[in-house]
């Protein structure tokens, strides 16, 4: 279990945040957060293919680790859609990612990081689709498309919890794609800080390892 936040202005390694939380915070069915650190490149197609979702009621939050490009001016050109944005000197990507943990306030999280993004303005729609039809399921991973060794683009779709114990892509994603229900996260815990490249297969391994946790895949198209 873990404290949940409303802000994390009152942390040390703080330096500024926006967005509409700080008026009014709001329940959602999704958390979508994207970790970020000099992704002036790519940034601008991660956010805008969040904010084009369509039907779904989700929060959007992005974690800054106080980048020294034109990240955090994209960022703030947004500001009055985010739900919070914040800059500040993490300690690493599964650190940013627990802070993005802390401040979900949804359901289902998900991370889309700043080189990821959601392929149409559907794809929460549909995954909100497999949460309701079968309300027993913890958590989703959904279809992926990824680029192996430069354009080699392959599709990924299910998981395969044999597999993991051998294999780091047994999944189709270690973040994006990704969909947990908070209750689960918060019963598993934040990410493993003493992992510097891998916490999230341990989290994977944790949720693997429980027969009594529930999970399911999107269809392959």
């Known amino acids: 279990m873990y404290k949940k936040y409303h802000s994390l202005k009152k942390e040390k390694s703080f330096i500024e945040h926006g967005g509409k939380r700080l008026k009014k915070l709001r ?57 919070y944005w914040v800059s500040m000197n993490d300690r690493g990507i599964y650190n940013a990612m627990n802070y993005g943990l802390k401040l979900a306030n949804s359901k289902v999280i998900c991370f889309v990081n700043s080189d990821d993004y959601f392929f149409n303005q559907y794809s929460l729609d549909k995954v909100n689709d497999y949460f309701e039809k079968n309300k027993k399921i913890d958590f989703l991973f959904g279809t992926v498309k990824r680029y192996y060794l430069g354009n080699n683009l392959i599709i990924k779709s299910g998981f395969d919890k044999k597999k993991f114990l051998y294999n780091f892509d047994a999944q189709t994603s270690h973040s994006t794609g990704f969909f947990i229900k908070s209750k689960l996260q918060k019963k598993i815990g934040l990410y493993d800080e003493k992992f510097k490249c891998s916490a999230d297969y341990d989290l994977f391994f944790k949720i693997f390892s429980n027969p009594r946790i529930v999970g399911s895949n999107t269809k392959k198209k």
């Open 27 to 83: 329940k959602c069915q999704f958390s979508i957060i994207t970790i970020a650190k000099n992704a002036d490149k790519t940034i601008e197609r991660t956010i805008k293919s969040v904010l084009n979702q369509k039907k779904i009621k989700f929060e959007y939050i992005i974690i800054d680790g106080n980048s020294k490009d034109k990240t955090l001016e994209i960022i703030k050109k947004y500001s009055s859609k985010l739900d």
